[in-house]
């Protein structure tokens, strides 16, 4: 493994050995080279510019910049007005009362459930059985009315 010294004594062992000579050749070299990619570059843009690329693609940009932005404004606006119109509030109101309407329906049959159980004790297991998909049948629904409610909320705050 070399040293980071010796590294640095054969490179000025390198330069040591280049002449002046070897010196102004490199120059000459790497200015000649310039001199020729500038050259290539002009005629690349040149072309570029006469075939009309520049152009077209400037206004390719500028058409999705203005529908990116008209687009933007757009959702902002619908978003304040159903702000505004309290559509949200609005939705989430109608959604706790329909929760808590089911609740009261669910425990409207449980009792009814229960009194069927005593007055008809051979009826009471297919009552018992029908008051539990009701019950099962509210909760998903009222998950279901949550979970729109929430993604439609979210959307509508954070385009605002």
């Not at 010294?5 to 080279?33: F, H």
């Not at 509030?89 to 425990?107: H, I, L, N, P």
Request: net charge neutral; aromatic share 0%.
């Amino acid at each position: 493994m070399t040293s980071a010294s010796s590294m640095g004594n054969g490179a000025q062992a390198r330069r040591a050995m280049m002449s002046k000579e070897q010196v102004a050749q490199t120059l000459k070299d790497i200015a000649r080279r310039i001199r020729e990619e500038s050259v290539r570059m002009k005629e690349t843009v040149r072309f570029m510019r006469e075939s009309g690329a520049i152009e077209e693609l400037t206004d390719a940009v500028k058409e999705a910049t203005i529908a990116a932005r008209d687009a933007s404004k757009e959702i902002n606006q619908t978003a304040r007005e159903l702000k505004e119109r309290g559509i949200i509030r609005d939705t989430a109101t109608a959604v706790d009362e329909t929760t808590r309407t089911a609740k009261d329906t669910v425990q409207t049959v449980s009792e009814i459930s229960e009194e069927a159980r005593q007055a008809a004790p051979e009826t009471a297991a297919g009552v018992a059985k029908a008051a539990e998909t009701v019950k099962e049948d509210t909760r998903v629904a009222a998950e279901k009315a949550r979970e729109k409610l929430t993604k439609g909320e979210g959307e509508a705050t954070t385009t605002a």
